[in-house]
């Protein structure tokens, strides 16, 4: 179930680089993602407080730029930092070494980390 959909994604997130017709899967990965690191407490978006809900959304829009525009090259070399095919080589290098331990522990991106921080549903303890 995704919290938002296109018309939030262009109108108030103002995002362009997804196209309408890629918008359901791409959208609907960074919902599952979203769910994944907020340990799926969200459930039912209505039910919380305004801000909850307009950050969740935008937090979700963040995600699916990001796996839209990274996607399985960002998950391949998080998964094995480099590879070579003959004389091309490929390495997430410093990159993948400085990314944020909270990337890491999430699993999403900064942008949709930091819209969800002040909401406290990546914070374990509350619930």
């Known amino acids: 179930m995704s919290y938002s959909d296109y018309e939030f994604y262009t109108e108030e997130f103002k995002g362009n680089l997804i196209p309408e017709d890629a918008f359901d899967s791409v959208i609907a990965k960074a919902s599952r993602l979203i769910d ?8 039912d978006l209505i039910e919380w407080p305004e801000f909850t809900q ?5 937090a979700e829009c963040a995600q699916a730029e990001f796996t839209h525009q990274y996607g399985e090259m960002d998950e391949f070399l998080n998964s094995v930092g480099s590879y070579s095919i003959g004389d091309v ?4 290098g410093k990159a993948n070494e400085t990314r944020s331990q909270l990337v890491k522990h999430y699993g999403i991106c900064d942008e949709a980390i930091s819209l969800l921080m002040p909401t406290g549903l990546l914070d374990r303890r509350l619930r």
């Not at 080589?89 to 997430?92: D, L, Q, T």
């Open 89 to 92: 080589s490929v390495s997430a």
């Open 54 to 58: 307009r950050q969740v959304k935008l």
């Open 36 to 43: 994944k690191a907020t340990s799926y407490q969200i459930g």
